[in-house]
């Protein structure tokens, strides 16, 4: 196991705040935490990461949801809709099929606005509440501008959301409009909608909200601590991998933080700490090109497709932070076909887990894992499903069966159904096949 500790001492440097201060993962320079709106290092442009002057251990936790985590968090309450508490749910049929000891589903669709970005927000938002900022924006593939758009509504603060025009799914757009964002919709992909969103932010003409801002990964951080107690409740140990859809790699970087802080705070030891495993849609995967290719950063892809809207994404920003925790926790990177991502998002269904494709991704990618032989049949995994199936009503439905036109009679409704019965199953089976 490589260097698993955090690069500075855990004494606070002048600028802290209540223990509370900003380092940079390149130059080492510190910064204060809340004098006014800071993204990436003044000094040297690189990424931010949030530092506290203790490290938690299980015992500081206490109550419900993201917030019992306060321990490890820059406040001790937030904005709250309320956020986390998500199932760790069993899916006994399809652990057995993809073949490993425990298979385990992290489902972040069941948060309020029905993706993980409810954690980062809760945090973000109160830090925006703290620098007494008047505008919140992001740019989004559409589950960050839903979440920003309910959290800016419950804050009161006007909201801005920049989006691929004809690139999100139906649900994410309702959700910004109806909890009263202003939606932008930009001609370019999200890549450009986040470069335009920077540029607004440098121009102090709003507060970001993307993953990009270290105090969002804060919140989502809270992912780790709850699979991990969640998952120790259950079983009496720690799970060895944690498979994640990735887009911006916002997320892993979290996760990454979330273990290295355990590891820092002594409840978790190096060797327990979960395998990070990314996997990114084949149109989309150049934190997987990075891994193959052991670069540093990533290279960014200007075309990108995949039906996984939600991880349409060409240029990882944190890609700096999220390829060590990768490399470091002995994981890898794994790209899987629109296809793959579709029977996983029907794998899931079919055991009552409802997400959306880029969700479905963690599944497919561990299944390919498996097939591989990367994945043994020994691992207890939990694979992470970041969105729910309404976010995107047109592919799962599109994914599902059709519906059958029946007669408004009994008889005839019985009468279609006993033919059915043996056509239906047929056409299951055979579209199955194909
Ligand atoms: N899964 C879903 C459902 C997402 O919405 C996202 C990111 C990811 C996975 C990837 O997470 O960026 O931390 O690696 N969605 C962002 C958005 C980009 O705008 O909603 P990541």
């Not at 380092?23 to 290092?41: D, Q, S």
């Not at 990424?47 to 002057?53: I, N, T």
């Not at 470091?328 to 579709?342: K, L």
């Not at 047109?394 to 059709?402: I, L």
């Amino acid at each position: 196991m490589a260097d698993l500790e955090l690069p500075t001492a855990n004494s606070a440097p002048e600028c802290a705040e209540d223990g509370v201060w900003l380092a940079c993962i390149e130059c080492g320079a510190v910064h204060a935490p809340y004098e006014g709106p800071v993204y990436t290092c003044p000094d040297c442009d690189s990424l931010l990461e949030v530092r506290y002057d203790s490290y938690p251990t299980f015992d500081d936790f206490s109550g419900r949801g993201v917030w019992r985590y306060a321990a490890a968090l820059p406040f001790d309450e937030g904005v709250s809709l309320p956020e986390g508490d998500t199932p760790l749910h069993r899916v006994p049929r399809l652990e057995a099929d993809v073949g490993v000891r425990n298979l385990r589903i992290k489902h972040e669709g069941m948060n309020p606005t029905g993706s993980f970005k409810d954690r980062g927000m809760t945090v973000g938002v109160r830090v925006a509440q703290e620098l007494g900022v008047d505008r919140l924006a992001c740019a989004s593939t559409g589950n960050t501008s839903a979440a920003l758009a309910a959290y800016g509504g419950r804050a009161d603060l006007e909201t801005l959301v920049l989006l691929p025009a004809g690139k999100v799914a139906a649900g994410k757009v309702a959700q910004a409009a109806l909890h009263g964002a202003r939606i932008l919709e930009v001609d370019g992909n999200f890549d450009a909608c986040l470069d335009r969103v920077q540029d607004l932010a440098d121009r102090g003409e709003a507060y970001l909200l993307n993953s990009l801002n270290p105090f969002r990964l804060e919140g989502q951080k809270t992912i780790g601590f709850e699979i991990l107690e969640g998952f120790y409740a259950d079983e009496g140990r720690f799970p060895d991998r944690v498979v994640l859809p990735v887009g911006n790699a916002g997320n892993t970087a979290a996760l990454y933080k979330c273990f290295r802080e355990l590891v820092r705070g002594g409840d978790l030891a190096p060797g327990d700490v979960p395998k990070l495993t990314g996997v990114q849609a084949e149109g989309a995967a150049p934190m997987v090109e990075a891994i193959e290719e052991d670069l540093d950063d990533t290279r960014r892809w200007e075309e990108v497709e995949t039906r996984a809207t939600a991880i349409r994404i060409g240029n990882p920003v944190n890609a700096p932070k999220a390829l060590p925790g990768i490399r470091e926790t002995g994981g890898t990177a794994v790209a899987v076909s629109d296809e793959a991502i579709t029977r996983a998002q029907r794998d899931l269904a079919e055991e009552g887990v409802g997400v959306e494709p880029a969700s479905a991704a963690s599944v497919a990618g561990l299944r390919e894992l498996r097939d591989r032989g990367v994945v043994d049949d020994g691992e207890d995994v939990v694979c992470l499903t970041t969105g729910h199936l309404l976010k995107d009503p047109e592919a799962a439905a599109e994914a599902g069966s059709e519906p059958e036109p029946v007669p408004n009679d009994t008889d005839a409704i019985l009468a279609h159904l006993a033919g059915k019965s043996v056509g239906g199953g047929l056409l299951g089976r055979l579209r199955r096949l194909l």
